[in-house]
DNA sequence: TTATATGCATAATACTCTTATGTATTAGTA
DNA sequence: TACTAATACATAAGAGTATTATGCATATAA
């Protein structure tokens, strides 16, 4: 597990990402592929993931669609056509932010 | 300028690698170089910086020499050794979770 | 039958950043 | 000379997001 500090701010990004490569997928698959895909290093927390995903739905980036699975229900969310640009612009944001975090950490010693 | 979120929870980093880099620098200066190594991408806020670095001297890994220039103030801040490590830890930690975001937001579509 | 996993959700708290403000010196410009 | 921008510190109110704890309920494994 990384710093909890380190994660803030990606929870959407990561989200999003993998709502545009899985269609549909519901909050407690989430995590899980989260957990499994990153061995574990980041754990998404439900007191994070619910609020984050009621946002983004209030703000038209994602839809929702109830399914009864027995006597339980699970609450897929897909992305709008609106997420999916929100997708991709908040992938590439990052991409970028990482590129410039790399060389910002990278930089070699200089005289002050 | 990246959307605020992004760069939540890297400002002491950011902090630590550019003291590493630099012996010693002063709160002013860190928000200058940032913005010049970056390109005007990330512009560290006073309002964030001055409290992380009142935490980080609090915790032990700084510590400052006020300098007086002319008849203006420079507080110096300076890696102490427990600093020296911490910096290093943050920095591969971040390095680590940019390879596991790399992966994770690289991963192509899959059948859920 | 009892713990664990699945599946949703919210509330109190804590933490960190934004925005605004404050003080003061120095340098540049109209 | 007066005004603005830059330098340099700092804090405080408010906003936003995550942590931690809790709650409800079903299904499965020990």
Redesign the interface.
Known sequence: M??S??????L???VL?LLS?????YGY?ITQK?KD??GD??QLTEGALYPALHSLEAEGILSTEVVNIGKRVRKYYTLTKKGKSASEEK?S??????N??????D????V?
């Open positions: 990384y710093s500090e380190l994660i803030k701010g990606t959407k990004t990561i990402k490569d899985n269609q549909k997928m698959e989260v895909l990153t290093k980041i992938v944001e990052f991409a970028d932010f990482m410039t975090m790399k060389f910002l950490l930089i070699k010693p200089q002050g």
